[in-house]
């Protein structure tokens, strides 16, 4: 590449908040945690993960000349310095080598890709959405570089984590040969076992609740959930705090009301899925939608669901409840956000978010969790292939180290005896305080050449889940949600195994089809006349572009 920029990554920046009593906060006075358990369930396979990506890393071949990988990475600050700290050079020195990176932003890292492949024109290491129709069209014309024949036995850590991923195990059985794109795992050590549960969740105000009457569970099925709000409604304003008018019920934007009375309820509701006889079929074509879309619009019209849902935009529901001012939420329920959201609970109420709120799981009418399993990805690196092979076996070799244990520690808490020590089983945080932030000093800005490394083969997503800059507390209401999805999710089959004969297909029906279920279900419940008749005609209309899909898809991995 012939135009030279450095990279600010975009950090996840936590906000630590250690509470003291319900209705005021404090600034912590201990930075120990030990390394939060994973669920009881998964206990096992994170040892064996663990332990299968902490070999020693792969030396490349020679490492003797000096080189210069260009990284075209999202995000992009031409200040900073990438080479120069002492993160950047534990593994510069480490692999003789340095970074160029080019900057890309969320308005042009997919297309930016698009013109680098096209002009075959790429930078050396590209980190970009993984769209396969563009894979398949690129691995075809040889415009993307293929890893080398063997290459899992020379990468033995890198091997393990491909193999975590769920896209690189299936695009081996799609595409012929070696493949050309490492996607970027989620979670190396998973939360949930052998399937991964979504974590979208529900939050509620449990002080509210339970000065109602009614008793805090780890899982609640919409019905009982239902009962909790029309009680919120019909009594909250006897409550500290709960003005009429001023605090609403469940903030939902349109496509979370959806996703809570329908989706929730049965996962295909709105999939093309295989029947018993092994043919696709089309969800909303089952008997059991109708009724969940009845109880839609009866928890729209009973004001449930905020009255405002239709105007809320980029989850600005989920701050109005962090600020205080509704009843219920659902909305992402790992310990990041956990963390954060609860954080800014405390300083915009002066409440303790962890008396007040409880994050819960919303199940079915047999109280169990309904999901399709999530895929152990989000985006991924591709290379160039004018990329030499010493190169390529350098940057590999790279990467093979960047999974183990050793480099993890030193992308997520810096370096050993300043920022951190060991404490037992678990970590001592030690780096500097920041008061104004009430939080550790962002290590990004201590070390910005742990930047390119943050969402790089392991995202950081994984290290927050054991972070022991962020408090046990937290940990913990994380760790409840996802061992009641375990038991009552993964272990009950009720999170379906991810189908990857839709998410691969390319038919030219199935490619153009625009169908926004969830939306085009809640337009139908604000529409005026009879909710069947209207329900009936919408069915009938979209089977004129839903009926060609479905001959594409039985045609092509239908029993007929």
Not at 448 to 458: A, C, E, K, V
């Amino acid at each position: 590449m012939k135009t030279k920029s450095v990279l600010l990554l975009i950090l996840l920046a936590a906000l630590l908040a250690i509470p003291a009593a319900c209705g005021q906060t404090a600034t912590p006075a201990a930075t120990t945690t030990a390394a939060p358990a994973t669920t009881a369930a998964a206990a096992t396979e994170a040892a064996t993960t663990a332990a299968a990506a902490t070999e020693a890393a792969a030396p490349a071949q020679d490492s003797s000349e000096h080189m210069v990988f260009s990284f075209a990475y999202l995000g992009g600050d031409v200040s900073k310095d990438y080479n120069e700290d002492a993160v950047a050079q534990h593994f510069q020195q480490k692999f003789n080598f340095e970074w160029e990176i080019i900057p890309t932003n969320w308005s042009d890292w997919v297309e930016k890709t698009r013109v680098w492949v096209s002009a075959e024109d790429m930078p050396d290491l590209v980190f970009t959405d993984f769209q396969y129709k563009d894979y398949k069209s690129w691995i075809e014309q040889d415009l993307i570089k293929r890893f080398p024949a063997n290459w899992k036995t020379t990468y033995p850590n890198l091997a393990y984590v491909y193999g975590q991923t769920n896209l690189g195990p299936a695009l081996e059985g799609v595409i012929e040969g070696e493949q050309a794109v490492f996607p970027n795992i989620i979670f190396f050590k998973k939360p949930t076992t052998p399937k991964i549960a979504p974590h979208f969740s529900l939050y509620f105000r449990q002080d509210w609740a339970k000065a109602l009457g009614f008793e805090i569970k780890d899982k609640y099925t919409l019905v009982e959930f239902e009962e909790i709000i029309d009680k919120f409604i019909s009594d909250g304003s006897s409550l500290p705090d709960v003005e009429t008018g001023k605090i609403d019920t469940w903030n939902l934007d349109t496509g979370r009301v959806s996703g809570v009375y329908m989706s929730s309820q049965w996962t295909n509701v709105g999939r093309f899925y295989k029947d018993d006889t092994g043919n696709y079929v089309w969800g909303p074509d089952d008997d059991r939608v109708f009724p969940m879309l009845q109880h839609m619009k009866e928890g729209i019209d009973k004001g449930y669901v905020s009255r405002n849902f239709a105007s809320f935009q980029n989850e600005e529901q989920d701050d109005l409840f962090y600020a205080g001012q509704s009843f219920a939420i659902w909305s992402h329920g790992w310990v990041g956000p956990v963390f954060g959201n609860y954080s800014k609970f405390n300083k915009n109420t002066g409440l303790e978010a962890l008396d007040c709120i409880y994050e819960a799981v919303l199940t079915d009418p047999d109280g169990n969790f309904q999901e399709v399993e999530q895929l152990n990805y989000w985006s991924c690196m591709i290379f160039s292939p004018q990329m030499n092979d010493a190169k390529f076996d350098r940057m590999l070799s790279l990467f093979d180290y960047v999974v183990t244990d050793e480099a993890q520690e030193w992308i997520r808490m810096g370096v050993e005896g300043k920022d951190w020590e060991k404490d037992g089983d678990g970590y001592k945080i030690t780096r500097e305080w920041d008061d104004e932030a009430n939080n550790f000093k962002d290590l990004g800005s201590i070390y910005p050449g742990r930047g390119p490394y943050h969402s790089f083969l392991i995202l950081g997503d994984d290290w927050a889940a054991r972070d022991p800059a962020i408090p046990a507390e937290y940990h913990k209401v994380a760790r409840t949600m996802y061992d009641t999805k375990q038991k009552f999710g993964v272990d009950t089959g009720t999170i379906l195994d991810y189908n990857f004969e839709t998410y691969f297909f390319d038919g030219p029906n199935y490619l153009k089809l625009s169908v926004n279920f969830g939306n085009e279900m809640v337009q139908l419940c604000m529409m005026d006349g009879d909710l069947r008749a209207n329900f009936d005609n919408w069915l009938k209309e979209r089977h004129a572009v839903i009926d060609p899909v479905l001959a594409e898809l039985n045609a092509a991995y239908g029993s007929n």
